[in-house]
Nanobody, 121 residues
Framework: QVQLAESGGGLVQPGGSLRLSCAAS????????MRWYRQPPGKERELVAS???????NYVDYVKGRFTISRDNAKNTVYLQMNSLKPEDTAGYYC???????????????WGQGTQVTVSS
């Protein structure tokens, strides 16, 4: 089995920063793209940022310049550094990782359990 363990959420004031982590463990042969999604209250889940195995990152427009996605391939971990946080960034944040468990198996997506980020004064 594969587990994704998220951490780093919490309550922060507007303009503050948080760093989210998502560590994959278990039966892993290889990891492809790693992503962060978020789901604001009452809204659908949306892709925020993604990063390839080689480190190429992509962001949704409204977080560009404020959020940075990175990964440590040796630790099977993806990070999301969030700076200049705004109240509208309040959401549950979920990591999504494309993992191949065995060389002869196709890869599939796995989800973390989610971590709440609340931006409020």
């Amino acid at each position: 089995q594969v587990q994704l363990a998220e951490s780093g959420g919490g309550l922060v004031q507007p303009g503050g920063s948080l760093r989210l982590s998502c560590a994959a463990s278990g039966s892993i042969f290889s990891i492809n793209d790693m992503r962060w999604y978020r789901q604001p209250p009452g809204k659908e889940r949306e892709l925020v940022a993604s990063i390839t195995t080689g480190g190429t990152a992509n962001y949704v427009d409204y977080v560009k310049g404020r959020f940075t996605i990175s990964r440590d391939n040796a630790k099977n971990t993806v990070y999301l550094q969030m700076n200049s946080l705004k109240p509208e960034d309040t959401a549950g944040y979920y990591c999504n990782v494309d993992i191949r468990r065995r060389s002869f198996l196709s890869s599939r997506d796995y989800w973390g359990q989610g971590t709440q980020v609340t931006v409020s004064s």
